[in-house]
């Protein structure tokens, strides 16, 4: 009979790929040199090449199908559609740990991304041709507290940062949904969904002109380290409140 005990063993992390802390710390510093190079006006030509660039090649039928795509990095469904998930593995697992990926995502994102959003206080690139209307120029720099905060949430891309980490949640979910109805993972499905949609809403959003190129690259850089954080986590080996015994199977290792 199995042991029905709060804490399974030690707790370690999972491993990640590529291991170790070292590129955490790059992409933490990576992200950190890419906005303090735009707070001192570095990058602003690229920004602005790529984005008259798109401008230029922006035919209706590309714009509708780029606005379509984009909705594969919406937050607040991407957020119910892993939250759902989550609880449907966990109603067939009798486990309360297929949601705890979901919850946890939710708060870390919410921690980081909305709040660097409104500290660096920059306009999209769309800015200069709607409301606020402002002078092309003016529309690259970072720290524009003096605007009102719905018109300066540009960086990071919450998109981008978004569809890496919900997605990875969905992958992470996935496979154990998958075999609690009898199937295995196809080879590859896992790869394509974590790594298609964020490419494809990266692309997307910067083609649109609903933000520079260097907010893309930030909420890809920022995305990646808040994945990588998620799936070191030891979802099956956390310890749980002693009345929660009969509802601590692991997921990630099932069967």
């Known amino acids: 009979m199995r042991e029905t005990t709060g804490v399974r063993g030690q707790v370690r992390l999972r491993p990640v790929r590529p291991a170790g802390w070292w590129f955490d710390a790059l992409l933490l510093a990576t992200l950190v040199g890419l906005t303090v190079a735009l707070t001192t006006g570095h990058l ?28 594969l990095g919406q937050g607040s469904p991407l957020t119910l559609i892993a939250t759902g998930l989550g609880v449907l593995v966990a109603w067939r697992l009798r486990s309360i740990r297929p949601v705890l990926p979901p919850v946890t995502a939710f708060v870390l994102t919410s921690l980081t991304i909305g709040p660097l959003k409104v500290w660096t206080a920059r306009p999209a690139p769309s800015a200069s041709v709607k409301e606020p209307f402002l002078p092309p120029e003016q529309t690259l720099p970072l720290f524009q507290h003096d605007l009102p905060v719905r018109f300066a949430q540009s960086y990071p891309s919450g998109h981008v940062a978004n569809a890496i980490v919900w997605y990875g949640v969905l992958a992470l979910l996935l496979a154990p949904l998958l075999r609690t109805s009898g199937r295995t993972v196809p080879d590859g499905l896992v790869t394509v969904v974590r790594v298609l949609p964020p490419l494809i809403v990266l692309s997307t959003t910067t083609y649109l002109g609903w933000h520079w190129l260097t907010d893309s690259v930030a909420g890809l850089l920022l995305g990646l380290l808040l994945d990588r954080l998620l799936h070191r986590v030891p979802w099956d080996n956390l310890p749980l409140p002693a009345r929660l015994h009969n509802w601590d199977r692991p997921f990630t290792s099932y069967p």
């Open 44 to 71: 602003f030509g690229i920004d602005r090449s790529v984005a008259d660039w798109a401008e230029a090649h922006r035919p209706t039928a590309a714009r509708w199908t780029a606005m379509i795509l984009n909705f």
